[in-house]
């Protein structure tokens, strides 16, 4: 069964981070969630990074905030897919500046990024990258995705009346 390691910076992203391990238990997809301060805590990163495939992690979410160099940093040392989460944190300048850290990543470093505070969409991703081999996961997306046109439907009929 494959994993998903959701990993941040700080507990003060967890308020954030709590929609991506949300989505993934509704698509039953098992979560591993930890702080890594990329910071205040390289060697725990560094061992994170190196070895997260090794424990059956298909996929790392990394939120981070500020400067935000988590998700680049666990990038460059791991051959897992990476999704980074912007977080707008106190010590942030409006989201722009974790925004920017995560999605002006090198050449060969990629991290897919997606819009600040959004960790849903991270573990929609997420899941989605898993049901590309798992077809069990790929029907729950493709339910989830069909629920999601019908309530705009529904919005849409209940307007109409």
């Avoid at 040392?77 to 980074?84: E, K, Q």
């Avoid at 106190?90 to 990543?105: A, K, R």
């Avoid at 819009?115 to 898993?130: D, F, P, T, Y």
Wanted: glycine share 8%; aromatic share 4%.
């Amino acid at each position: 069964m494959s994993k998903v390691a959701i990993i941040m910076g700080s507990i003060s992203d967890m308020p954030v981070m709590q929609e991506a391990i949300d989505i993934l238990k509704g698509f039953d997809i098992e979560t591993e969630v930890d702080i890594v301060s990329a910071h205040r805590t390289p060697e725990k990163l560094f061992d994170f990074s190196k070895n997260a495939h090794t424990r059956g992690i298909s996929v790392i979410i990394a939120g981070a905030g500020g400067a935000a160099h988590l998700p680049g940093m666990v990038a460059s040392m791991s051959p897992l897919p990476v999704i980074g989460v912007p977080v707008k944190s106190s010590n942030s300048i409006d989201g722009w500046d974790s925004v920017l850290s995560i999605l002006q990543m090198p050449g060969g470093v990629p991290v897919a990024t997606v819009a600040l505070n959004g960790s849903k969409n991270a573990g929609i991703l997420a899941a989605q990258i898993i049901g590309s081999h798992d077809n069990c996961v790929l029907d729950k997306i493709i339910f989830y995705k069909e629920s999601l046109k019908e309530a705009v439907n529904k919005a849409a009929s209940e307007l109409k009346k």
